[in-house]
């Protein structure tokens, strides 16, 4: 089954409708678009999975990471260092962060950071 990709002004989200409208673009609209206005990254957040800890979108990150030419960082999703390995070594993504992850203290980032190398991927040991 092919991934839809959403729509990344969708009104079904709660919050401030006036800040957001319905539009006849999909994500791979969006990234070549902000690319062509000169974008330096993207930081791309798939929203259905943001928080649930279960992976990231790898599927959508793949068909992203065709059209796109800048760096691109993965967000939302990541419950385990395998998560972020996916991400790097499946989606050749430039970057992948998460947010409860470390603030509940699930991952230690240090632990992170040395997992990813000792897997081959590039990382910035601190």
Not at 54 to 76: F, M, T, W
Not at 87 to 96: K, L, M, Q, S, T
């Amino acid at each position: 089954m092919k991934p839809k990709l959403a729509n990344t002004t969708s009104t079904n989200i709660p919050g401030d409708e006036s800040r957001t409208r319905v539009t006849e673009w999909q994500t791979l609209d969006w990234v070549q678009e902000v690319q062509k206005r000169g974008a330096g990254e993207i930081v791309l957040n798939m929203m259905n999975q943001d928080g649930v800890r279960n992976g990231y979108d790898l599927e959508q990150l793949k068909r992203v990471r065709e059209v796109c030419k800048v760096p691109l960082i993965a967000s939302g999703g990541a419950g385990t260092m395998e998560h972020f390995l996916e991400a790097f070594r499946d989606a050749d993504v430039d970057g992948a962060l998460a947010a409860s992850v470390f603030h509940k203290q699930i991952i230690n980032i240090g632990e992170l950071k040395r997992f990813l190398a000792e897997k081959g991927v590039e990382i910035r040991v601190c």
